[in-house]
């Protein structure tokens, strides 16, 4: 028999983990253990076991880790690209805000960080965006999405057939 495509799946679960990180308030989940990442890897899984069921298949623990870590590497490029839009539209610097907390809470930067935070201060005063903060935050989304994703899609994966089974 033919596997059904992981097309789909991936999509939903780089949807589910795109709007949690994304948007405001529903991005706090991610500070849970990165729990959004977790739940779209689980939400793609599911569906892609559901389409393997309809044609007689069981999912496997592979299926859910592929999904996720398809979908993770998915969504971490989608988040970066339109996250650099966000600020560059809405003209904000964020290092600004980095230098008013520092102060607020009486905090105090060392001079080797100063010099990096100048850096990228001038860059979004430049250009709208920074390539190092760009770099930065491409590397801390595809290591975060691409543990946390294939972990919510083996999760999935898991329960999925535990439950199948529970009801036998």
Known sequence: MQQPSKFTPVLISSVVMLIMSLFPFLNLINLICCAGIILGGAAGTFYYAK??????????NKDGIMIGLLSGIISAILYVILSTLIIMV????????????????????????????????DEYNRQGFSFIMI??????????????????????????????????
């Not at 389409?51 to 496997?60: A, R, T």
């Not at 972990?151 to 009801?167: C, H, M, S």
């Open 51 to 60: 389409q393997l069921e309809k044609n007689g298949q069981l999912i496997q």
């Open 90 to 121: 809405s003209k904000q610097n964020p290092v600004e805000l980095v230098y008013k907390m520092t102060q607020e809470y009486g905090f105090s930067i060392p001079p080797e960080s100063e010099k990096m935070l100048q850096t990228v201060f």
């Open 135 to 168: 770099g930065i935050e491409m590397l801390s989304r595809i290591v975060s999405h691409c543990i946390f994703g294939p972990l919510g899609g083996v999760l999935a994966a898991g329960l999925y057939l535990k439950r199948r089974n529970a009801a036998k």
